[in-house]
């Protein structure tokens, strides 16, 4: 007669196997598909054999540690799993391994690019301290913008406003990026304006409104792209956040530091003038700061008593919406619609779970815009 111990040693085995049975390694051609951490949950999702849907709610609970705080820390994997439900443990587990295919793919032994850091990475949760390397956070938002030295130094010069500076050097940097893994005569196809960059990044050149827009609507599609790289650098709009958060830094505080000496926060998030930028993660900075910044940005150069400066030159030729358009006001969170796309067509994900996130994300977009525009007809 089987004793109680091997009937739960026997049936645990049996529940381990018929959960695993329905996942399934994606093959090497799938594999190319799932380019981004992100493809690669909404792959295992699918196959996960399950009804079950990890919304993007639900994965910010299980990522952060107080996912309605300013100033909230991401966990470690072992902290996510503790948290997480047998059918999201073994989704993320079928994600993970999916993830290492892909990395396979490329070339690179299996963990060689951990699927959690990179979903992180892709997610935004990930901020710019630094433990143990006092005020090296103040140099890191810089390296993590990869923005180049004149570049960033010229723009600073030129264009007034922190965050729209932001917006015109990493345009131009982007535009330079193109120019160097493409062919001159493939440029101008690919929206690379010449004149406009060099209108900008030249000492003793001045722009114009038909540089400005150029530039403006290279941003735009670049944001619009999404733009997790494998083994790259940030996505584009945390690329641009960090350069803004830059410049910020570089006009300084008034009354005091608002950082540590590791960039962590001294003030709560309640302190709106007080943010310490490092310790926001990038999709904070994103959702949070940057907007307000454009807001700043706008009233500080609209309310000025001094003669017509470049500044307020700048505004009389975009307008105030052109301030902030190029955002993609709702930066997609967790499943974008574009990802969902290029899965559908390689016919990875049903075509009706495209069209549910795309109306989705239309809806959020629709509705950050209205934000947008009304706090700037209260100024």
Not at 1 to 16: E, I
Not at 40 to 60: C, E, F, P, V, Y
Not at 123 to 135: F, M, R
Request: with cysteine; charged share 20%.
């Amino acid at each position: 007669m089987m004793n109680k111990y091997k009937l739960f040693v026997v049936c645990t085995c049996l529940c381990s196997v018929i959960s695993n049975a329905s996942a399934r390694e994606p093959t090497f051609s799938e594999a190319k598909q799932l380019n981004s951490p992100v493809k690669a949950l909404r792959w295992a999702i699918k196959h996960s054999g399950n009804q079950h849907n990890l919304t993007d709610t639900r994965l910010k609970n299980l990522l952060l540690v107080e996912p309605n705080k300013l100033y909230s820390s991401a966990r470690d994997y072992s902290a996510v799993t503790q948290l997480a439900t047998n059918q999201e443990k073994q989704i993320l587990s079928s994600a993970e391994s999916a993830w290492d295919v892909f990395v396979m793919t490329q070339n690179h032994p299996p963990g060689t690019y951990p699927f959690f850091a990179e979903l992180k990475k892709q997610l935004g949760y990930e901020k710019a301290t630094s433990p143990g390397a006092p005020d090296k956070f103040i140099s890191l938002q810089r390296e993590l913008a990869g923005v180049d030295d004149d570049i960033y130094n010229i723009v600073k010069d030129k264009i007034p406003g922190i965050a729209m500076r932001a917006k015109y050097a990493m345009a131009a940097q982007l535009m330079r990026e193109q120019q160097q893994l493409i062919p001159e005569n493939q440029w101008f196809i690919n929206g690379i304006d010449t004149t406009a960059l060099a209108n900008l990044t030249t000492n003793g050149k001045t722009i114009n409104a038909e540089d400005l827009h150029s530039l403006n609507d290279y941003l735009s599609f670049q944001l619009s792209q999404g733009n997790y790289q494998f083994k790259g650098k940030l996505p584009t709009a945390f690329r641009l956040v960090r350069l803004a958060a830059a410049y910020r830094n570089d006009a300084g505080f008034l009354f005091g530091a608002v950082c540590t000496k590791e960039g962590t926060h001294i003030y709560d998030q309640s302190y709106v003038d007080r943010f310490c930028l490092s310790d926001m993660s990038n999709k904070q900075l994103y959702d949070r700061w940057f907007p307000r910044q454009l807001k700043i940005d706008h009233q500080r150069l609209k309310r000025s008593n001094q003669k017509p400066t470049f500044g307020q030159k700048l505004l009389e030729l975009v307008g105030v919406f052109f301030a902030i358009d190029g955002l993609g006001a709702a930066f997609l969170d967790f499943f974008e619609a574009a990802e969902a796309t290029e899965l559908s067509e390689a016919g990875l994900l049903e075509q009706e779970e495209v069209t549910a996130l795309e109306s989705e994300a239309a809806s959020e977009e629709a509705l950050a815009a209205e934000e947008y525009q009304g706090q700037f007809c209260r100024l």
